[in-house]
């Protein structure tokens, strides 16, 4: 079974420019999350999605952070305009409703290491 | 709301030693999930265990055990006979019942010497 794939895997950027990540989950996951990773933190969640639908994005900076789900699969999360304080690692998961499986099939990317300069 | 606290910043274990990761929570849920994640330098997370609160024995996963305390809202992670490979982040963390979001908590850098 193919994994939850990120892209870029690094990205530099200037400060207030813009940046795009990519995530294309587990097939049949119907649940995808956003996280934000903070160096000498634990991943901390930017946005939960349904299907093409947001759950949750009560973490999520709207005026700079924008994400969305087109047809339920691909999620884009952008920034702009970026912080210096944005540098982190973005992680996409994905998991499928309760079914058989206690944990959901919880599965990580990568992720996106975003440095901000 | 949910709290993961994970008191250990670093721990360095001498190569074939057991060793404890603690991870203590606060919920209000009675239905709760709880999960230890690795994370190595190459920054993906990797699932280690799981234990479902309801579940009455602690959770074993090869070299990995869940040394679950309710009462105590304790869920630390022992691994035996450590390996130059553990050498990681570990990430506790937990889900609510009836929800599918995972809150974590600071991570303990450990590592395996030789």
């Known amino acids: 079974e193919a994994g939850v794939a990120q892209s870029p895997r690094y990205k530099i950027i200037e400060k207030r420019q813009s940046v795009a990540f990519w995530c294309n989950p587990i097939?049949?996951?119907?649940?995808l999350y956003w996280y934000q990773q903070i160096l000498g933190q634990g991943p901390k969640l930017l946005i939960q999605?349904?299907?093409?639908?947001?759950?949750?994005d009560s973490q999520l900076p709207k005026d700079r952070f924008s994400a969305e789900r087109l047809k339920g699969v691909d999620s884009t999360l952008k920034i702009q305009p970026a912080k210096l304080e944005d540098s982190a690692v973005y992680l996409c998961?994905?998991?499928?409703?309760?079914?058989?499986?206690?944990?959901?099939?919880?599965?990580f990317g990568s992720g996106t290491r975003l440095t901000v300069v | 709301a949910q709290k993961i606290t994970q008191t250990q910043p670093g721990m360095f274990v001498q190569e074939k030693e057991a060793v404890t990761l603690d991870c203590t929570y606060d919920?209000?849920?009675?239905?709760?999930?709880l999960f230890w994640y690795k994370q190595p330098s190459s920054g993906e997370m990797i699932f280690l265990i799981y234990?479902?609160?309801?579940?009455?024995q602690n959770a074993t996963e090869g070299r990995y055990s869940l040394n679950f305390q309710k009462a105590r809202k304790s869920a630390n992670l022992v691994i035996s006979a450590s390996q130059l490979g553990d050498s990681a982040m570990y990430f506790c963390?937990?889900?609510?019942?009836?929800?599918?979001?995972?809150?974590f908590g600071t991570g303990t850098r450990l590592t395996i010497i030789p």
């Open positions: 234990q479902g609160s309801y579940d009455e």
């Open positions: 097939s049949g996951h119907a649940t």
């Open positions: 999605f349904q299907n093409n639908g947001v759950v949750d």
């Open positions: 998961a994905s998991s499928f409703n309760p079914g058989t499986s206690k944990t959901y099939g919880y599965t």
């Open positions: 919920t209000s849920d009675q239905s709760y999930g």
């Open positions: 963390a937990m889900r609510p019942g009836g929800n599918e979001k995972l809150t």
